[in-house]
């Protein structure tokens, strides 16, 4: 079995999955990652990721434009974080809980709307869609072996890997991401600046609901040709560890979302190699990494302070 | 020049000031915080707004910075009608304002913080021109701070001087403190009015927010007294006394010392030897601190915020691991044992923050009670808890500590700060109490609280209780104490007998300054 | 007492109970008026959908005793939440414990298959309860001593237990029945059947379990200094911790009753209506009972009445699709939107007291 992994052209299969399935990972950890930083914990990515994939599924079998379904998916994701927002930082409502229900909400909704839509279709004719495919870059995908790992990818995965150091430029270089780094951990120094604390979290949080809905587009659009019940399979809630497990910095959240990809990429070709383990414990592999992983980092250091605290101006 | 203390009619003599309220009225939901204040500001002058806790100064100070929007009234500057919506405006008309508690970023370094959300020309961060303004300022007023150093790295101190900072890189013609002096050493202190007698050289004003009486006698060229959300008067401070202020801040006499009968001294009920802690932040806070509290004896620790009190406190009551040391009482070695067991030893504890550490908001007054007590017959029978025993006892403690409720069901978020630290207290002071530990027990209190809980700890030393009292407040320390204790940077410092001390010298060696002959 | 001493906190002001009812009923409201909508897409009837709601739910009463039955599994977890919720313990695994629950019970079954129904059904309610206790506790255990969020655990249980199940269901998995082409076990005996209370309808003795669970979870919560810990904990931990409560006790004790609750409610839909143990057991009864219980409010009585209210749903809507075609799967869809509209509701019922302070 080992050889037959070590083989030059399995190794890179899995790596180019690596890169592919890290995709709605990184998209959703990045764009949680500045949520987070204006103090916003959003628990309701993986409901936002599972309505954008139904949204952009149904957009594109009723258009056939992958360009529609991606901008429905970023309208889905930022409607649904529309409503966290306006919880959360207007109504001030408890976080966590507002989560939830929109995680509940999603689940319901696209079910039910599912069911409406595609009602008479027999297990035969399952509705399914023209995917994205890979856009080769020139020159660089001609390189043996990385070539294949990295530029020979679909659009939205390299637009995932090139938002990791341009959010991070923007969270350190400029004077908006200053103010949601602050906003963060002390959000009354940032209301004393005169900053409208309340604009720049729905900023804030919107921009991680349009990057959770790209990737629950991507869910669907981007490789699955059919759209199933609760087919975000847990990848929100993944993204959500991600960026604990990467200490709030994006390089460690590329190397987390890399790593969680990674398992998954392995545990897939594995079953295609025809192991002999039970493919259910593959299958469950990422989830038992998700709680060892974050068994290991409990210093938590650099978590936002003010993260999951409505901020109200005190009386008195 | 002639001064008319009426400011009224000073202001019909057509005196522009710099900024000026004109019967504002600010109310909150449960509140009514400024009720038609008139106050102003001359430019080139210190004037001090003084009042109790909950007079309403840093309320009127809010709604001058544009924080809070006033009711009713009007917000002059330079005589030109105002609506200011937001601090930015009073930012932009050139107001600063250092609060009370300080709105640092604290894992962000001082100039990101000075930085955040100033005006500024292009979206990337250019810290090479703010870093030269603020080296100028730096050299002005002849502060010394490290520009890249995050905030949680600096003493209490230096983070006031950023919030200074923040003011001053803003342009700022009128800066508002609020109770600076609270976390300051005496020498610290000293040094803040120079630098805002400087200031003032400098053509700025200042509003000096403060309940310290000898205070505004010595940095104030006028001040207004608050109490109870109205202005009392406004005078020269030339022209008044401590006492006439105390009664215009008070509305009553005021008696400025406490009884304390002589009391013998009892035996060592409580050792601390060698207590060792860590920070928050992994650093070394406590080294090594020795301390005997004896029965019958009002030991204080006297000392600035940020030189481990907060880790003392915590050490002793089991909240917080000591790494090393030990703790004894009658015989028995309690260091990091649990809360609940340290309790049961007989060692009780008032709390700094009432709120966050010793009541539920969400309880009502009978179930606060019981807090700590709820697994202690008779409280409780078998596996349930005995209701009727605790109403009985709540019925009781709420007659004899005075507790004014509407009802014992009555959730204690309605009630009033000295309420609150009344229910503490009849919680905290039950029979079978060895020790008590008091962390700034008159904080945020009024006058009439404060001398009602210095009563109580001084009846608990007539009946043979070791209290160590842990206060920024150096007047409740000479009030109370029969040892004082001073720490400064984790360690004991040195320990004088109440009557051998003076403020003087404690507050030398609050600041750490030891002389040869001392430890 | 200066009037003007008030207290600095962030706390929001408590609703009243009209309040409370004010805002039950407007998320019913809006929830009925949303479901209106979404049928019409379903191009149906709203109000032929929702009489076939009603009949299919309280028709008859068989159809009653069927809501009951229903409902059963829902008050469990609903209890199951409210327990830990109270005491801010964000636990998600109601869905994973229920199953945990249903293993325990089969386990136990298989175990003991032989002895008679007096002391194997007791036997198999202490198995279920211990196996989705345990589930429970480790997520406790996992926060306090590793500090890992109980909401992330609880998810990510639900799916490790989910592909454990699906192994002991597969083909070669230990507990598949043989020959079948379905995952799933065979038959459990008689002798382990949950009794009936009534014959001719499905309602079982789970559903006086699920009774007395809630009078057991009230006691504990208003009447014992567990209780008060908890519900301290909740609402202060900091000041908990200083006033002695051993915060880590309440947490991982919390989570093993809230699992075990969560485990009779699987193991009560095994024996007491399904005879057998399958995937599909749960049609999402773990996530249905957080809204229970967040429209009880966390009393642990309010339970009962939302618990029938969403078994209602659930029993009604199989009529409805018969009746007008409206998939069933529009009861998640309603349970979703009624858990918005609470909560938007309460956050009105709050929207006057805290607007007076904005400049």
């Known amino acids: 079995m080992l050889d037959s992994l070590l083989q030059a052209t399995i190794i890179v299969n899995i790596l180019a999955s690596t890169v592919r399935i890290a995709t709605p990972l990184l998209l959703g950890a990045m764009g949680e990652l500045v949520t987070e930083r204006s103090g916003v914990m959003n628990l309701g990515i993986e409901g936002t990721m599972l309505m954008s994939s139904f949204i952009a599924f149904l957009v594109a079998f009723e258009t056939n434009s992958i360009i529609l379904a991606v901008g429905a998916g970023m309208l889905t994701g930022a409607l649904m974080s529309l409503i966290m927002a306006f919880m959360a930082s207007t109504m001030k409502v408890d976080q966590t809980v507002t989560g939830l229900s929109l995680n509940l909400l999603a689940s319901g909704i696209s079910l039910f709307w599912y069911r409406v839509a595609f009602k008479g279709t027999s297990t035969e004719s399952i509705p399914t869609i023209q995917t994205m495919g890979s856009v080769k870059i020139p020159i660089l995908g001609d390189i043996p072996y990385l070539g294949e790992i990295f530029f020979n990818q679909g659009l939205l995965t390299y637009l995932a890997f090139i938002m990791v150091p341009v959010i991070a430029f923007f969270l350190y270089r400029t004077y908006t991401g200053l103010a949601i780094r602050s906003l963060g951990e002390n959000p009354r120094a940032v209301d004393m600046k005169g900053i409208n604390v309340t604009r720049l979290q729905y900023l804030s949080v919107i921009f991680g609901g349009v990057m959770s809905g790209l990737a629950g587009a991507f869910i669907t659009i981007g490789t699955t040709v059919r759209f199933l019940p609760e087919i975000s399979a847990g990848r929100g809630w993944l993204a959500l560890v991600i960026v604990i497990a990467g200490n709030w910095r994006a390089g460690r959240i590329l190397l987390a979302a890399l790593l969680f990809a990674f398992m998954d990429a392995f545990q897939l070709q594995l079953q295609g190699i025809g192991i002999q383990i039970p493919f259910q414990i593959l299958l469950a592999a990422p989830y038992v990494l998700a709680i060892v992983v974050l068994m290991g980092s409990r210093a938590r250091s650099l978590a936002p302070r003010n993260l999951g605290i409505p901020y109200i101006r005190e009386e008195g | ?519 | 007492m200066s009037p003007v001493d008030k207290l600095k906190f962030e706390k929001r002001d408590d609703i009243s109970p009209l309040g409370r009812t004010a805002a039950i009923v407007v998320a019913l409201i809006a929830a009925m008026l949303v479901s209106a909508i979404l049928i019409k897409l379903a191009n149906a009837s709203p109000l032929e959908a929702f009489i076939n709601l009603f009949k299919g739910a309280f028709g008859n009463k068989r159809a009653i005793l069927e809501t009951l039955t229903k409902s059963t599994p829902l008050i469990l977890t609903g209890l199951a939440t409210v327990i830990a919720f109270r005491g801010k313990i964000w636990s998600i695994g109601q869905e994973g414990q229920f199953f945990l629950g249903a293993i325990g019970g089969y386990w136990a079954y298989r175990i003991f298959e032989g002895l008679p129904a007096a002391a194997l059904v007791p036997i198999v309610i202490l198995g279920a309860f211990l196996v989705g206790a345990f589930g429970g506790m480790l997520a406790g255990l996992l926060k306090a001593y590793f500090n890992v969020d109980v909401i992330i655990s609880t998810v990510m249980g639900n799916y490790i237990i989910d592909y454990f199940l699906s192994f002991m269901l597969s083909g070669s998995g230990p507990w598949r029945e043989p020959g079948s082409y379905y995952q799933q076990t065979a038959e459990i005996t008689e002798n382990a059947y949950y009794p009936l209370l009534f014959a001719n309808a499905r309602i079982h003795m789970g559903f006086l379990i699920a009774i007395a669970c809630s009078m057991i979870v009230y006691l504990i919560l208003n009447h014992t200094p567990f209780g008060y810990q908890l519900r301290a904990f909740g609402s202060n931990p900091r000041a908990a911790k200083f006033k002695g409560i051993n915060t880590n006790k309440i947490i991982i004790l919390t989570m093993f009753i809230s699992g075990g609750l969560a485990g009779l409610a699987g193991t009560g839909e095994l024996f007491g209506v399904q005879y057998r143990l399958r995937p599909d057991l749960s049609p999402g009864y773990g996530y249905t009972g957080i809204i229970v219980a967040m429209l009880a409010g966390l009393n642990p009585i309010g339970v009962i009445p939302a618990a029938i209210l969403f078994g209602a749903l659930i029993n009604g809507s199989a009529q409805m699709r018969i009746a007008t075609g409206v998939p069933t799967a529009l009861t998640f869809a309603i349970q979703a939107i009624v858990l918005l509209s609470l909560l938007s509701a309460q956050v009105l019922t709050r929207f006057r007291v805290r607007r007076v302070d904005h400049a």
């Not at chain 2, 910075?65 to 009234?73: A, I, T, V």
């Not at chain 2, 008309?93 to 292009?122: A, Y």
């Not at chain 2, 808890?385 to 014992?408: F, G, R």
């Not at chain 2, 070791?466 to 104490?481: A, H, K, P, Q, V």
Request: glycine share 8%; net charge negative; proline share 3%.
């Open chain 2, 1 to 519: 020049m002639e001064l008319n203390n009426d400011p009224v009619t000073a202001h019909k003599k057509e005196e522009t000031y710099l900024l000026e309220a004109v019967q504002l009225t600010k109310r909150f939901p449960m509140v009514l915080a400024n009720d038609r204040v008139d106050f102003n500001v001359r430019r080139g002058e210190i004037h001090c707004l003084l009042g109790e806790n909950g007079a309403g100064k840093t309320t009127l100070a809010e709604c001058l910075y544009g924080f809070y929007k006033p009711e009713e009234g009007d917000i002059r500057f330079n005589g030109r009608c105002v609506n200011l919506s937001s601090p930015n405006d009073a930012i932009h008309l050139g107001i600063g304002m250092v609060h009370q508690h300080f709105v640092l970023v604290e894992p962000l370094s001082v100039i990101e913080n000075i930085v955040m959300g100033t005006d500024h020309k292009g979206v990337l961060l250019d810290f090479a021109a703010t870093e030269k303004k603020l080296d100028s300022l730096c050299l002005l007023y002849d502060v010394k701070i490290d520009l890249n150093a995050k905030i949680w790295q600096l003493s209490v101190g230096e983070q006031q001087w950023v919030e200074i900072l923040k003011a001053l890189y803003t342009g700022v013609k009128l800066l508002i403190l609020d109770e600076p002096t609270a976390v300051l050493t005496p020498p610290e202190a000293e040094r803040l009015f120079s630098v805002l007698q400087r200031m003032k050289d400098e053509g700025l004003s200042i509003i000096f927010i403060t309940h310290r009486l000898k205070e505004v006698m010595q940095v104030s060229d006028r001040v207004t007294v608050l109490q109870k959300g109205r202005k009392v008067a406004t005078v020269n401070t030339k022209d008044v006394t401590t006492e006439e202020l105390a009664y215009m801040m008070v509305g009553r006499k005021v008696v400025f010392q406490v009884n304390k009968d002589e009391i013998k001294r009892g035996d060592p009920i409580l050792q601390l030897t060698n207590l060792t802690a860590k920070s928050d932040m992994g650093l070394e806070a406590l080294h090594g601190v020795n301390l005997v509290i004896h029965q019958s004896e009002i030991l204080s620790v006297a000392g600035v915020a940020g030189n481990g009190q907060k880790e003392l406190f915590e050490a002793l009551i089991g909240v917080r691991k000591a790494t090393a040391g030990d703790v004894i009482i009658a015989g028995k070695n309690i260091v990091n044992n649990s809360p609940r067991k340290i309790a049961n030893e007989g060692i009780s504890h008032i709390p700094d923050d009432r709120i966050g550490a010793g009541l539920i908001a969400d309880f009502s007054v009978e179930e606060n009670l019981i807090l700590g007590l709820e697994e202690n017959p008779p409280y409780r029978k078998g596996l349930f808890l005995d209701k009727s025993h605790i109403k009985k006892y709540a019925e009781e403690s709420i007659a004899q500590y005075d507790i004014v409720t509407p009802s014992m069901k009555q959730r204690t978020s309605y009630l009033s700060g000295g309420n609150l630290q009344k229910v503490i207290l009849a919680r905290e002071l039950r029979q079978s109490l060895k020790v008590l530990i008091a962390n700034q027990p008159s904080r945020g209190l009024d006058v009439g609280v404060i001398e009602y809980v210095h009563k109580q700890l001084l009846e608990m030393r007539r009946n043979g209780i070791g209290i160590l009292l842990i206060s920024e407040d150096l007047d409740e320390i000479f009030t109370l104490s029969d040892r004082i204790a001073v720490m400064f940077r984790g360690k004991i410092l040195k320990i004088f007998e109440a009557r051998e001390a003076n403020i003087e010298s404690i507050g030398l060696l609050m600041a750490g300054i030891t002389d040869k002959e001392t430890q």
